[in-house]
């Protein structure tokens, strides 16, 4: 797998996912003011991986603060957070990090200020390398939910490039395949910005998983062809009553799931389930710039002074997701909030078995 971001020599490195397919090429961040930057241009997307950008960038402001006492040191800090923060409101992801490194210095302020800059370093670190083991427990909770022949449906990127390694909505996709499980993907192209397209064929290409492109609007011709089993896609936020914010179109396909009788899964890691909001009606929906739709690679595809609305996400209901899968388990949208205690370091959450399946 190609590494998303990482933390070399006391910069931040991140792949520059706006030039793939064409090319592989890092950004080298010196400062946290270009971390903000790449997290705002789509260098680096995907709430786990900009969960982790965030927190580095956070890690980064730090080594140039100058103080002499924690007061000092923490007041600092605020620009940094707030310039973080105001990247993309829609991610929880973003929040979560911060409030942890937050949570961390507060726990500690009686530290000296080099050992409160190595501590957010380790930390951050400790995020990416966290990151990959629960994507890891969140393909093995998903992969029982594909069988062997199943072809599956994916919509944007939910890949390892979107987070610190190994995928989210991939995950079960990656161990049914080390399961011996043929399967097949199908990717659609996730307009504007063609995330589907650019990232997810690519990735699951260098992983020698069978994929095939489609535009959004064919996948609702294959479900009725019978050649579509499920649906696996990311969030980038939950609310506590199971409605999932994800990539622009990722509403419409559950609904057309739901009218072909296909399971429509969401991969979730506990951090970007936000347990304070009670439905999707309270997830800040970001909107973007309309050159997103009117040009294509630098090319314009739409006459000049047309009006564009760019929502970068929907939000799915509930009643449309047949299991949100998670580090814990997979549950029933209706059963979420019991995860609730486990988003603060819960780490005993039971799942009972029931015939085939480990979700209630």
């Known amino acids: 797998m190609v590494k998303t971001i990482e933390w070399v020599n006391g910069k931040v490195r991140m792949l520059d996912q706006s030039r793939l397919p064409v090319s592989v090429s890092y950004v080298t961040c010196k400062d946290y003011i270009k971390v903000a930057e790449g997290i705002k241009k789509l260098w680096i997307r995907g709430a786990p991986a900009i ?22 040191f923490y007041k600092a800090l605020q620009p ?36 409160l800059k ?85 990735e699951l290409m260098k992983d020698g998983i069978p994929v095939t492109l489609i535009t959004d609007n064919s996948a609702a011709a294959l479900m009725k062809r019978g050649e579509i089993n499920l649906a ?14 994800n990539k622009i179109g990722t509403y419409s396909l559950a609904i057309l799931c739901k009218e072909h009788g296909i399971p429509f899964y969401v991969a979730a890691p506990l951090s970007s389930i936000d347990f304070s909001i009670p439905s999707g009606e309270f997830i800040p929906i970001e909107e973007r710039n309309g050159k997103e739709v009117t040009h294509i690679s630098g090319c314009r595809i739409a006459p000049h002074g047309v009006k564009v609305r760019n929502l970068a996400f929907d939000v799915t209901p509930a009643k449309y997701v047949t299991a949100i899968i998670t580090e814990k388990g997979a549950f029933s949208p209706k059963d979420l909030h019991k995860l609730q205690r486990s988003n603060t370091g819960l780490n005993s959450i039971r799942i009972k078995q029931k015939g085939p399946c480990r979700w209630k």
């Open 51 to 72: 969960g982790i950008a965030a927190a580095m960038g956070v890690a980064l402001g730090a080594q140039k603060i100058k103080a002499n006492n924690f007061e000092r």
């Open 80 to 115: 940094v957070f707030s310039a973080i923060l105001s990247t993309r409101p829609t991610a929880v992801n973003i929040e979560w990090a911060v409030n942890r490194l937050k949570n961390l210095l507060m726990s500690n302020r009686n530290l000296s200020i080099p050992k």
């Open 118 to 202: 190595s501590l957010l370093i380790e930390e951050a670190n400790k995020i990416l390398v966290e990151d990959i083991e629960i994507n890891k427990a969140i393909g093995r909770w998903g992969a029982q939910f594909i069988k062997d022949g199943d072809t599956v449906i994916t919509h944007c990127n939910a890949g390892s490039l979107a987070t610190g390694g190994y995928g989210t909505a991939t995950a079960p996709m990656r161990v049914a395949v080390e399961q011996g499980k043929k399967i097949k993907v199908i990717a659609d192209e996730t307009r504007p910005v063609l995330q589907g397209a650019r990232l997810t064929a690519w």
């Open 232 to 245: 696996i896609v990311g969030t980038d936020r939950t609310a506590r009553n199971g409605d999932v914010a």
